[in-house]
């Protein structure tokens, strides 16, 4: 009997010393596929008739949040970056509005510009962390052109140029600035002394010492409703 007891105890001990370690690595491999990644996305709908949109990954959607116009995300981590990658209407969650054909990576940031109009919609896939950090005393901006009608566009920074002729989806390199406050002003390349109104864009923004920014334009040029001419700062890093 107590050989037997014996037997029984050793048994169920060499499976807790096979199991233990296997469960708990199972459950580690749950959370690192969230964690792991360490991939962060920021989500901006500009398009002014789109109406709100849902993210998809590998076909299933990402948290419960929809993304309107023109309000930006934030950044938030994936659980995934597996393919393919959807925008798909928030309204007919089945109507895929277009897939996302570049691949993310691990420990990267990424912002995801949607604009065009329901007709022609596309969008803009920037990675926001591939730049060298300011020199000291200094801050980084760039801008994107994300407003519609195709027109091209100049960006003054306290009545001096800062960035010419940057096309509609262009995305410019950026470009290192003092910190500072700064009034920026957008004009269309063809007439560059007429400054096109941005009321979401404060007429003091402050670029901070060793800050990566991103300025970019959305709405409709000309248009004098919600679907307006705008533009907005966001903070890459």
């Not at 590998?58 to 948290?63: A, H, I, M, V, W």
């Amino acid at each position: 009997m107590t050989n037997r007891k014996v037997s029984v105890f050793l048994f169920l001990f060499i499976s807790m010393v096979f199991i233990i370690p296997f469960a708990s690595s199972c459950g580690k491999g749950g959370n690192a596929s969230a964690v792991g990644y360490n991939t962060q996305l920021e989500i901006l709908n500009l398009s002014p008739d789109l109406q709100p949109v849902n993210l998809y990954i590998d076909f299933l959607q990402q948290g419960t949040t929809s993304y309107f116009y023109p309000t930006s995300s934030g950044y938030f981590y994936l659980n995934s970056i597996d393919t393919p990658i959807q925008i798909r209407s928030a309204n007919f969650t089945t109507k895929n509005l277009f897939n996302i054909d570049s691949v993310l990576l691990a420990n990267h940031k990424y912002s995801l510009f949607i604009t065009g109009l329901q007709a022609d919609t596309t969008y803009i896939l920037t990675r926001d962390d591939f730049t060298a950090t300011p020199e000291q005393g200094f801050g980084k901006v760039r801008f994107i052109n994300a407003s519609w009608p195709a027109t091209n566009l100049n960006v003054l920074a306290n009545n001096t140029i800062a960035f010419s002729n940057i096309a509609y989806t262009a995305v410019s390199p950026y470009v290192q600035i003092p910190a500072g406050n700064y009034n920026f002003q957008i004009t269309t390349t063809i007439a560059p002394n007429v400054v096109l109104s941005t009321p979401t864009l404060s007429t003091s923004t402050t670029i901070q010492d060793g800050r990566l920014y991103t300025l970019y334009s959305y709405g409709i040029i000309n248009r004098t409703d919600t679907s307006a001419f705008g533009a907005a700062l966001i903070t890459n890093r």
